[in-house]
């Protein structure tokens, strides 16, 4: 396909994102291979950090109510005792 082939390279399809459609060719077979998998693992590296980040401060949460909950002191009665 790149090489002396007898097919229009313009024909298959791809955007001339270039002004040469070997050029734009290449520039797109780069994109796809190395480009788009690269942003790929950005992404996924980025949702594993944020979905970590939320659980922990979900987590963090829970445990300083869980906290607040157990260290509270006995509602007072009032001025004047019963007993």
């Not at 060719?25 to 480009?35: A, E, F, N, R, S």
């Not at 690269?38 to 950090?49: D, E, K, V």
Request: net charge positive; aromatic share 10%.
């Amino acid at each position: 396909m790149l090489f002396k082939s007898k097919e229009e390279i313009a024909n298959f399809g791809l955007p001339l994102i270039l002004y040469d459609p070997r050029a734009s060719l290449i520039g797109w077979l780069i994109l796809m291979i190395v480009i788009s998998p690269f942003l790929q693992l950005l992404t996924t590296i980025f949702a594993g950090h944020l979905t970590l980040l939320l659980s922990y401060r979900k987590k963090e949460i829970q445990n300083k109510n869980t906290q607040a909950t157990a260290c509270q002191v006995a509602p007072r009665r009032g001025p004047f005792r019963t007993s």
